[in-house]
């Protein structure tokens, strides 16, 4: 028996193949080290995001949302649902607090759940994978299977804002949050003074409205160059796909030379926890993190 | 549909406030704004260049009845669901929400702006999340792209060809997914059928409020 069980809502953006692919595996080897157990929700779906309020309105999206807490109630009873994409924790969060509170909205949620042969007892609690780290293990508890600090290594910690606001991580401020800070830093890499955050990277408006995006992606960026920082380290799988992918066309649009990699929290822990290259999903980075790739090769 | 919107009007006559307290998502809140402007200041700094009506302009126009130049604005169609005014309001108004509600609802009556990139997003999105119950994130680029047309489609796919390269290699874009191979849901159908039930559910409960205005 592992020491905590949860059920894993990975959503689309981790599955196999999908954009932030390599989250998924350094999240396995993590857990793997700390000796925690996440069971794929069976059959989950997608939540539907933030970006769908125009065309799904509101039910809708409660009952995505739904379907997959009586899918982890009924197959994965008394676990709690683990997220690692900040949109799906937000939106799943979102629905159960609805929920929750509005009689009105669950009678018809467990209506529409019918239709799918479903429905809700109790909805499970919501977390993020770095609140099971946090809140259920401890900075004490991540820090003994570290066998290689990262020593030396200097990272800005990029909050962004969906893993921080509305709900955040517990005790941290809306304006400074401090547990990625922490997290870097338990695995003995340096956190730089980064300004920029919880600055937003523009979200699913990237696609939309690029221009827009790409200038606060670019602020994001060059803030993270100026705290002396050498990468960057996310805990959401969009803040690491927006502020990887789009550096080439910020360098082409303003001239700048960026070329700065971007991390997931969890592959740092993987690779302190003497993890390899491929455990730690480096080889997904599509700017290639050449420092911790030769770190891994010791 | 811009019957539904000559309907509504008269449903509603002069009222717009209730119009939204009733119709747009977490419109009730609303009249708890203290005009106090928190909130404007808080979207990021390139998307707020974009409102020509920040979250508190909207809702003190919605207060003195400018009802169709509140539904045929843009300026909710910026919202990067960032949520920093959310935390930040005094009166602890859910201004993301309410901004999402009013656009949506504008949606609803056909007054959102025409091809309105955000809206566009919206729908692709989630037309492409529920057709399998998962996302098939090189389709939905896809249809992001070609949107404008085939010509303007092309030139932006050769723009974006080196960030989808990259992704290729790093094996973050599955190419297969393009043939309609990729992630799906084992009961598809169990969830159309949910989505359908939960649609009619929530037309007839906006239904009964106007009714009932
Ligand atoms: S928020 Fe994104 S990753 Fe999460 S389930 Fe929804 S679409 Fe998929
Ligand atoms: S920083 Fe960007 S991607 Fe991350 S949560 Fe915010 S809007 Fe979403
Ligand atoms: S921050 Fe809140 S109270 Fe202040 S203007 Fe915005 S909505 Fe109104
Ligand atoms: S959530 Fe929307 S309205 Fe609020 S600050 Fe962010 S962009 Fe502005």
Redesign the pocket.
Known sequence: MARKEYAFYPGCSSQKGASASNYLTSVESMCKTLDIKITEIPDWNCCGASISYAEAGELPRHAMNARNFALAESNLPGQDIVATC??CWLGARESKERLEHNDRLMADTQEALKEAGLNIKTIPEIKHMVEVLIEDLGYDELKKPVKKPLNGMKFAG?V?????RPFGIHGESFENPVYLDKLIETVGGEATPYDQKV??????LAFSEPDKAQAQIKDIIEAAYDSGAEMLV?P?P??QA?TEVYQGQINKKYGTKFQMPVLYYSQLMTLAYGGSAKEAGLDGNVIRARKLEEFAGK | MSNMNEQMAAKYKNNFLKEIEEQAEMGDWVKMCMQCGVCSGSCPTNFHAGWDHPPQEIFMMIRAGKREEVLTSNSMWQC???YNCYVRCPRKVPITHIMHGIAEYAYRLGLAPKMQPSLHLSQTFWNNATKHGRVNEVQLTQSLYFKDGIGAGIKKAMEMKDVALGLVKAKRLNIMEALGGGHKCKDVDGIHKMLAKAKELEAKRKAGKAAGA
């Open positions: 900040a949109a990029y962004g804002c969906q893993t921080n600055t937003c990277c523009g979200g699913a996310t959401c969009l803040c927006n | 990067t669901s960032c």
